[in-house]
């Protein structure tokens, strides 16, 4: 079978997964551009409430398929932040289910993600030193706000790759699982996203991600939803709470 992105939709969640076992999930040119085509198609979805990227398999993703560069590096790095940036911009919560090797390209699109759940004997690396590669500067800033300077220079400058465990502790990660136990923590997770308010998610995603001009907006949102009177009501009445406010679909 081709390499391809394969995706389904359960019980409001998105899984996307990279396909590509004979190279240990890289990414090739079709599966790049092929990715922001799916995640618009995702996006526009009023069932999707959460995306879920992952590697089939017991790798996540081995990065970019060199042979991709032997043409035009600058297209093919060009390919990858255009993929990175649409699962940044993604509108609703997103995480990553990591096993095995997460390197490269592999770790661009991780990072891209909101969250990173990786299981034990899970390794990361951000390898363009060993190719003479300049690494995006969007790509080099999004890992730095998530590990420091410290440790973006010293996986950026060496391409070495480090353990979960170091991971975690650097905030690269932000669980890692027992051998086994990924995929059970990853749906028991997914459950409480779908389960929450899909505009304290959206808000809270666009200030996290340093947006600074939508104040405003999001005020008048919360005050038109009635979110928030739902949310108190169903507190005091110790039941679930039945939030109306959706993320817009375009067009």
């Known amino acids: 079978m081709e390499p391809q992105l394969e995706h389904r939709v359960t019980d409001s969640v998105a899984t996307v997964v990279i396909r590509h076992p004979e190279k240990r999930n890289a990414m090739t040119a079709s599966m790049w551009r092929s990715l922001p ?13 959460a995306l879920v990227l992952t590697g089939e398999g017991g790798t996540f993703c ?50 891209a993600c909101d969250l990173r759940f990786a299981e034990e004997g899970a390794l990361f690396g951000v390898t363009p030193a060993k190719l003479g590669i300049v690494y995006p500067a969007s790509s080099t800033r999004r890992l730095v706000s998530l590990v420091g300077p410290a440790t973006a220079k ?32 990853v749906a028991e997770f997914t459950r409480v996203l779908v389960s929450r308010s899909q505009l304290t998610q959206a808000a809270a995603k666009e200030f996290a991600d340093g947006r600074t001009d939508r104040d405003e907006h999001w005020a008048g949102q ?30």
């Open 37 to 49: 085509v799916l995640l618009e198609e995702l996006a526009g979805d009023p069932a999707v409430r």
């Open 154 to 185: 010293y996986l950026l400058f060496s391409g070495e790759l480090i353990a979960a465990e170091r991971a975690l502790r650097t905030g690269l990660v932000d669980e890692v699982l027992p051998e086994g136990e990924l995929g059970k923590r």
């Open 62 to 111: 081995a990065g970019a398929d060199i042979s991709t560069l032997r043409g035009s590096p600058e297209e093919a790095q060009g390919l990858a932040v255009r993929a990175e940036e649409a699962l940044a911009a993604f509108p609703k919560p997103t995480l990553a289910a990591i096993r095995g090797h997460c390197v490269g390209g592999g770790s661009q699109l991780a990072a």
């Open 222 to 251: 919360a005050r038109a939803s009635g979110d928030t009177a739902e949310g108190v009501a169903a507190f005091l009445e110790r039941r679930q709470p039945r939030f109306a406010w959706s993320v817009p679909t375009s067009g």
